[in-house]
Structure formats: structure tokens, C-alpha cells
């Protein structure tokens, strides 16, 4: 199938916005290469519309060549290896001004950089001044080089997606592991507000840093971090563990928190983990919980990236634990999500929530969003309900559970966020108004 020229620029475009030009590794990578092959010269580059771009070279003078002087445009737009033994000879080199004049290239060999999409984005290429031959092994060599760079690549697009561009990961991940070992970590609660009953049905357990530095940091700060070197697996397993017990005590405190219910955020990387259907088990056991109080929270993305994690939810699921799609709305085919993957409960992000006064867009959708829930006989939380009137329009749309933090003035802020007082029993623990730590 030819490739589409768009296509494949945009998909070159994704990895250069990535930022990848000073990986010592990719810089690795293109040495190898000009090392295997005995040649002087080699570039590992992206190639955009009008230039290539390289992020590795080894005695190629300049970091962008324009594109009419690139020699691997062959390469790149046929998506397949080249290698030219006399650049004179061929047709496709022999009036080339690198090949004519200075320096006076006479071997090339190249083979594309694809991207994870299939699309050839770039080459590695060697170079000689003097004419040669390549055989299958020297393109073989190549190839198996650019797969490794390619997938270095993948590494740097993803850091770039989680906000970690820049970031030095390793160093990050050495310091989390600490804080998990250390008990730096803290669990907050917020509680989602049953508005039939008034009362607080349920907390959801968030993550928080105690950093001896920087102070409390949430989660967005380092749980893309923990996902990135697999760190996220024992961090989830100590907030599980952290949550059961704690809400289990809340339970066990007075007969207006006897039915407490919890729900803990799962990444997809937790959910592949083998042994999780267990890992779960074991913490509603030691805190003595029963199955049902229990919902995993789960995104679009955990179950996109997060491998095959069908098999561990159905077993879940079929052991009583209850099932949430998190930021319902914000996603590309929520529904198609739906079809394949029975949730108990859906969360209205909370971007539609804090629209709905000036939105007719946001009504519709969370509006659509509850009947649709009703329709598949699943549960509908709205988040981010923060102020009396998105309280009073959330119920009037038929959604029967909020879930937010109060904003100051908009109730009597001993609410669950719903803005009013009758939501939290006085008997509620004080962790589950305020959303204090252990
Ligand atoms: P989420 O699961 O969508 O959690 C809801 C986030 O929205 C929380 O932010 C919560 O504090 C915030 N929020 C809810 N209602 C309101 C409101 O009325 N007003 C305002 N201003 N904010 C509200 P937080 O705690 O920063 O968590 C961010 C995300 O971090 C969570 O989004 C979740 O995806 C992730 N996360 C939190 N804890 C864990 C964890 O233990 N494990 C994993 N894997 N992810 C976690
Ligand atoms: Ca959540
Ligand atoms: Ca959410």
C-alpha cells in the first residue's frame, strides 16, 4: 500500500515534538552503525516536509539539511532499504551536489525508521567517500539498528505525552520508590454524595506525595512517573491497601458509615500485572471487607495501554468487585469501551460539570450520559460538583450520586463537596469532608 505523504509527515512530526535529539543512546545507535559497517559517515534523522532532521550523526556537519539535499528522501518516501554501492552509477544519485561536489559521496545505504503506526518517519543511513559494496548482512545490521532506534523513539514520544519530556525519569523513579518504601505516601479522600439519600455513599481514595522538600504534591506531579517504570504497581498496592483499612475503620465507627463504600483508581498498568485478581482479594481480606464495597476505577487509556487486562477485570468483576469508567465523556470512543467492557458505574468528567451553567453542549452530554448509564443498568457519578446550583442541575438531569469539593461560600463546608450540610452525617469521618490524610 503506498503511504500517504500526510500521513506520514504528521507521524514523523509526532516524534520530533518529542524531543529526542540529545538521547546518548540514539547517538549510540547511528556509532554502531557507521562502526558495523566500516563507514565514515551515518545519521540516524526524522524527515519532514521540507528538511531532514537529524538527532544523531557521526561526521555529518550540520543537525538540518534541506530536504533536495537529503539523499535518504529515497529511502524514507519508498519505505524500504536502499543501498548504492556507486552514487554514480545510479540515477537517483548521480547529479546529487553532495555526490558532484563536496564531499564527494560515492556509498550510501540507508534503511527507513518506522514509527509505531507502521509509517516510515526517518532513516539510519551510512555514507562513504568511496565507492563500495553493501551486502544483505550490512542492510540487516541496519535494520535491526533502526528498529532499536525506533523504539527508543516510542520511549521519548511517551514521556512527551506524559509531560516528562525533559524530566529526568530515572531519577525520579529512584526518589518515588523511596517515598513508597519510606511511607511518604499520603491517601485523601473525597466523598461522592448519594442525593436520594443526603448522605455520603462512597469515598474515592487520591493519592498524595509527602515530599520532605517540595511539600504535598499531587498526583499529576508523580503518578506519570510511577507509570513510566512500572513504579504505579506497588504504589496502587500501598493506596489499596492504605484504603481498605482505613475505610473499613470508618465502617466499623458508627452505624451511618456501615455501608461506606470505596473506590480506588487502577492504571492499566496495575490491571496487567499478573497476580492483581489476588493483590485485590488480599486487601479487602486483611481489612475485612466484603467485595462490594470495593470500585476500581479505571480510564480509557488504562484500558488502551494497559495490555490484554480483559481477563483480570471479568475475574474481578465475577469476585464482586465493582467496576467504574473514570472521566466518562473526555475519551475518543467511550461507547465502543462500553460495548466490550461491562462497567457498574460511569464518572461524568468534571469538565462537564463545571460547564453545565453556561454550556447547553455539557447538559446534552451529561444529560445523555445518565440516560445512556441508566440504559445499561450502571450507576452515574458526576464529578466536580462544587457549588449548590451544579448540585441542583446534576439531580435535575436524574444523576444520583456527586461527588466534588465544596468551594468556599458555596455551603456550610461540612458538605461532600455538594454544598450542603445534610449531605455528611455529623457521625461522617472528618477524613471524608475535608479530604484529610491517614
Ligand atoms: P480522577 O480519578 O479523575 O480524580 C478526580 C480528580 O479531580 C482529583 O484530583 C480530585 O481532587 C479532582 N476533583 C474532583 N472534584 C473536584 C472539584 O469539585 N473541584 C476540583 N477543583 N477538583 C476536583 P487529584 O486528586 O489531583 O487526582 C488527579 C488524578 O490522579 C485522578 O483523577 C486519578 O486519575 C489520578 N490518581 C489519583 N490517585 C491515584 C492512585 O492512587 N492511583 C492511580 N493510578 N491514579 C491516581
Ligand atoms: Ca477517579
Ligand atoms: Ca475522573
Known sequence: MPVDRGDRLASAASYRSADAADDPALQALAEAAARALGAPVAGLSLMGADEQHYLARVQVPTVVLPRHLSLCTHTVSGGRPVAVGDTLADPRFADHPLVTGEPHLRAYAGVPLFGRDGLPVGSLCVLDVRPRGFGAADVAVLERLARAAGELLELHRRDAGAGLAGRDVLAESLRLRRAVDDGELRVHYQPV????????????????????????LPPARFVPVAEASGLVVALGRHVLTEACRQVAAWRAAGPGTAGLRLAVNVSGRQLAEPGVVGTVHRALEEAGLPPGALTLELTETALVHGGDVQPALRELRAGGVRLALDDFGTGYSSLAYLRDFPVDELKVDRGFTASLGESARSVSITAAAVGLAHELGCEVVV???????????????????????????????TGTGTGTAQVAPSSQPAAARGGASR
Open 383 to 413: 464529578e466536580g460538583v462544587e457549588t449548590p446550583a451544579q448540585l441542583a442541575h446534576v439531580a435535575g438531569l436524574g444523576a444520583r450520586y456527586a461527588q466534588g469539593y465544596p468551594r468556599a461560600g458555596a455551603g456550610a463546608g
Open 193 to 216: 454524595a448519594d442525593l436520594r439519600t443526603g448522605r455520603v455513599a462512597a469515598v474515592e481514595a487520591l493519592v498524595r506525595w509527602q515530599h520532605p522538600e517540595h511539600g504535598l
